[in-house]
Nanobody, 119 residues
Framework: QVQLAESGGGSVQAGGSLRLSCAASRNIFTINVLGWYRQAPGKQRELVAVISSGNSVSYVDSVKGRFTISRDLAKNTVYLQMNSLKPEDTAVYYC?????????????WGQGTQVTVSS
């Protein structure tokens, strides 16, 4: 298992930027997939972006070209750079990790950080 702690949320106007950080409690190099999810009020949680241990990335269509996921192995941290923010990006953003521990799969979530984009 791994503990995750998000930070960097806040309130911005449309067109602004925020960078979310997710600090992991251990070496993220061994984590198969790290990702960012979000959940808006009254909606289901959705996958926003993922990065694999091989550094492959993937994004939901609605954020392509605006959001960038990256990781810093030295800091055991994964980031989500969010540019050109829109009101529809307003949600609680969660960090997620999926991997294996002695052959047993696990999934960990952070506590979430609020992002509010005003028009």
């Amino acid at each position: 298992q791994v503990q995750l702690a998000e930070s960097g949320g806040g309130s911005v106007q449309a067109g602004g930027s925020l960078r979310l950080s997710c600090a992991a409690s251990r070496n993220i190099f061994t984590i198969n997939v790290l990702g960012w999810y979000r959940q808006a009020p009254g909606k289901q949680r959705e996958l926003v972006a993922v990065i694999s241990s091989g550094n492959s990335v993937s994004y939901v269509d609605s954020v392509k070209g605006r959001f960038t996921i990256s990781r810093d192995l030295a800091k055991n941290t994964v980031y989500l750079q969010m540019n050109s923010l829109k009101p529809e990006d307003t949600a609680v953003y969660y960090c997620n990790a999926q991997g294996y521990n002695s052959g047993t799969p696990y999934e960990s979530w952070g506590q979430g950080t609020q992002v509010t984009v005003s028009s």
